[in-house]
């Protein structure tokens, strides 16, 4: 059983393409996150919720819109695709949203925009 | 704000001899430190996490972390390596109130040749 699993795992996109990636966790937490690591493996918090509210927003642009429809999910919808949205988008969660919390990660979903 | 610097990106070694991936921190507050490692196309994995306490922390795997306050770091050791411990290692820092907000460092790929 995948704790926290994401779809796709490998996304192969053109410019100015419309994109999503679903997050689910059984672990059942109550806060999620999206991270994404660039090309030099550099992870950088984007967006956290904590039952269904956001509560960190990295001032990522407003081409990425995260949706979480309940505590187990948190989907990450990118409008408008740049190259340099490349990246790999780790999500993950934790029980509490609170510091210190251990968080545990998904495996990753590679999206290349060409 | 807080920050990690891993000095070493890639550090190579051979199969059962120890080693030490060094991890450095900034922060005008107090922190949490975590390290995580990532093996080959997978996501993250908690190794270990300092919250308070005694500063030598042990983990996973056979792997332990020592919190150095004075010299604001948290450096990773293992006596002796194995081939499957290659894979890339992160530290990260949050501080230790407030929201869950990890600051990851740029990581130190551990690379054990037989």
């Known amino acids: 059983d995948t704790a926290v699993s994401q779809t796709p795992k490998y996304l192969v996109t053109q410019m100015g393409n419309d994109k999503s990636i679903k997050c689910e966790q059984n672990l059942g937490h109550d806060t999620m996150y999206w991270y994404k690591q660039d090309s030099k493996k550099f992870l950088k918090i984007m967006f956290s919720?904590?039952?269904?509210?956001?509560?960190i927003n990295e001032t990522v642009p407003n081409r990425f819109s995260p949706k979480s429809p309940d505590k187990a999910h948190l989907n990450l919808h990118i409008n408008s695709l740049e190259l340099g949205d490349s990246a790999v988008y780790f999500c993950a969660s934790s029980q509490g949203d609170t510091s210190g919390n251990t968080i545990y990660f998904g495996e990753g979903s590679w999206l290349t925009v060409v | 704000a807080q920050s990690v610097t891993q000095l070493d990106s890639q550090v190579p070694v051979f199969e059962e001899a120890p080693v030490e991936l060094r991890c450095n921190y900034s922060s005008s507050v107090s922190v949490y430190l975590f390290w995580y490692v990532q093996y080959p196309n997978q996501g993250l994995q908690l190794l270990l996490k300092?919250?308070?306490?005694?500063?030598l922390v042990k983990g996973i795997n056979g792997f332990e972390a020592e919190f150095n306050k004075s010299q604001t770091s948290f450096h990773l050791r293992k006596p002796s390596v194995h081939i499957s411990d290659t894979a890339e290692y992160f530290c990260?820092?949050?501080?230790?109130?407030?929201?869950?907000?990890?600051?990851f460092g740029t990581g130190t790929r551990l690379l054990v040749s037989p």
């Open positions: 300092y919250l308070s306490g005694s500063t």
């Open positions: 990260a820092v949050t501080k230790n109130t407030g929201f869950q907000k990890l600051v």
């Open positions: 919720y904590n039952n269904k509210e956001l509560i």
